[in-house]
């Protein structure tokens, strides 16, 4: 080997950043906004964990931030808060969960969000061990909505024995994991849903059952402590005369108005709006009601990841039982 071949300078080869598949958007509209495209893989920040997602929940919130922005605003982003995985990689300070552990939970509503792809980051303690007794995608379907239930029923309005709860949609995402956590309880649920949909929510526990569609729910129910309302609109102003007095609605379709507040006032009664949040606490309960077989989700459908908009054709139509979850791996 010559003198010029021996101590001729070598380029260094830098390793390709690491990528993943998501489903992003770059603009507002229908399901047919949402593209697979490939995108960095997030490394954790302190506090926080980097999850390889195996499933994820799509909720009425999704469809509503892909068509409206809302409080993401415009595109591009990745919807998601959701999320079923393992642990891969663990930022500065995190000590309850180490590479490998499985995990779920909700990414912090709203900002949070993300995912709908292969790996997604977020604080550690939005998250709980998932709990053996269930596979990925059922745990992927339960943290937003149950975790809304949770905070509904029990965190502001402190549910009790005996109480008379009215849960409205009680067929939906939210719904029928209210039912649930409401009889885990002991509460008494009274549920809205039609009619095709009773022998469903009644398997859930609940104790009575009305058909929206062919009865007045605001004129066949009286003396309930708490309402849960998961509609909106005048669903909230009907179901205050459903509550005995100084019983306490919660809607989880906050307007920012003090409307609903001063009419419940006048009739001597409580409402209250509330956003769900992520809570390490919260997930934990919920865990511990899946291990003991208290709380399960009812799957809709599933779908591939790559596959994002189809379950979103399904969610827009608002006629389905249950949850739909992506399955990333």
């Known amino acids: 080997m010559s003198t010029s071949e021996s101590t001729a300078p070598t380029t260094p080869v830098t390793p390709a950043a690491p990528t993943m598949r998501a489903i992003s958007q770059d603009t507002l509209g229908g399901p047919e906004v949402l593209k697979e495209v490939e995108r960095g893989r997030p490394a954790p920040e302190p506090s926080e964990i980097l999850v390889r997602v195996h499933a994820a929940g799509v909720n009425p919130t999704d469809w509503k931030h892909r068509a409206h922005g809302i409080f993401l605003g415009e595109p591009p982003f990745v919807l998601g808060w959701d999320v079923s995985g393992v642990v891969e990689e663990t930022g500065l300070g995190v000590t309850l969960f180490k590479p490998g552990d499985e995990v779920f939970g909700m990414l912090p509503y709203p900002h949070g969000v993300g995912s709908h792809a292969e790996f997604v980051t977020a604080p550690a303690r939005a998250f709980a061990h998932k709990p053996s007794e269930v596979d990925h995608v059922q745990a992927g379907a339960i943290p937003l909505a149950a975790l809304t239930a949770w905070q ?178």
């Not at 549920?191 to 104790?207: N, Y």
């Not at 309960?285 to 979103?312: N, V």
């Open 152 to 329: 509904a029923l029990v965190d502001t309005a402190q549910v009790q024995p005996g109480q008379r709860v009215l849960i409205h949609a009680a067929a939906g995402g939210v719904g029928h994991l209210a039912v649930q956590i409401a009889k885990a309880r002991g509460a008494y649920v009274i549920a809205t849903a039609s009619a095709a949909k009773h022998d469903f929510v009644r398997g859930l526990g609940a104790d009575e059952l009305i058909d929206y569609r062919t009865t007045d729910f605001s004129e066949a129910v009286r003396d309930v402590d708490v309402v849960l309302d998961t509609i909106g609109d005048d669903y909230r102003t009907r179901s205050l005369p459903t509550l005995r007095p100084g019983g306490l609605l919660v809607s989880i379709l906050p307007t920012g108005t003090t409307e609903l507040a001063e009419e419940a006032e006048r009739v001597g009664v409580r409402a209250v709006e509330m956003l769900v949040e992520a809570d390490h606490a919260g997930m934990n309960a919920i865990a511990d009601l899946i291990a003991t077989g208290r709380l399960r989700a009812t799957i809709a459908d599933t779908f591939p990841l790559a596959e994002a908009a189809k379950a979103h054709e399904l969610g827009d139509t608002g006629r389905t039982t249950g949850k739909l979850v992506l399955v990333v791996r």
